[in-house]
Each structure stands twice: as structure tokens, then as C-alpha cells.
């Protein structure tokens, strides 16, 4: 089966954050999707280096439910927001806490 990044993308287009009324996209924490060899490789953007572990899994597992119609391995890559990534993301945590 092929596939783009731009379908991956359009996949996952609606995947939320956990805890913030918002989309993991829109967000910036899934900052890339790539098509590599059949793969789909996915950069994960966190905002601080301490985020829980059970943070990032949970982020994982929620993608994993519309990524599987692909049926292509995933790779998740991690990376960290810079100055401007991190302002505009506690702005938009802010706006969509959910608690």
C-alpha cells in the first residue's frame, strides 16, 4: 500500500491532547510526519524534556488507533519545542485546559 505524508497527516488530523481541548497537531507536538521507506516516521515535540513518560505513551497510543489503517511500521522520533514552539503551546494549554 502507498501512501503520502499528507494522508498520514490528514489521518491524525483530530487526534487530541489528553488533558488540552486541542489537537496533538495544532498543538505542535507532533511537529513532522514523514513517508520513509514505507514507514511513517512521526516527531514527537515536547515541550519541556520532564514530561512523564505516561504522557508520551498516551500521545503514542492515541495515534496508533487511525495510523493502523496503513498498516506500515511507525517510528516516533523526539525532539524538544524551541522558544517560540513552547510560548505558543502554553498559550494554546492555557486556552484549552480542560480542567
Known amino acids: 500500500m502507498s501512501f503520502t505524508a499528507e494522508e498520514v497527516k490528514e489521518a491524525i488530523k483530530d487526534v487530541k491532547h ?24 512521526i516527531t514527537i515535540n515536547l515541550p519541556f524534556p520532564q514530561v512523564p513518560e505516561v504522557i508520551v505513551s498516551m500521545f503514542i497510543q492515541d495515534l496508533k488507533g487511525p495510523l493502523s489503517k496503513f ?29
Open 18 to 41: 489528553p488533558e488540552i481541548n486541542d489537537t496533538l497537531i495544532n498543538l505542535g507536538i507532533v511537529k513532522d510526519v514523514k513517508v520513509e521507506d514505507g514507514k511513517i516516521v
Open 71 to 99: 498498516n506500515a511500521e511507525v517510528v516516533y522520533k523526539r525532539t524538544y519545542m524551541t522558544k517560540e514552539e513552547l510560548d505558543r503551546f502554553l498559550k494554546l494549554e492555557q486556552e484549552g485546559w480542560r480542567f
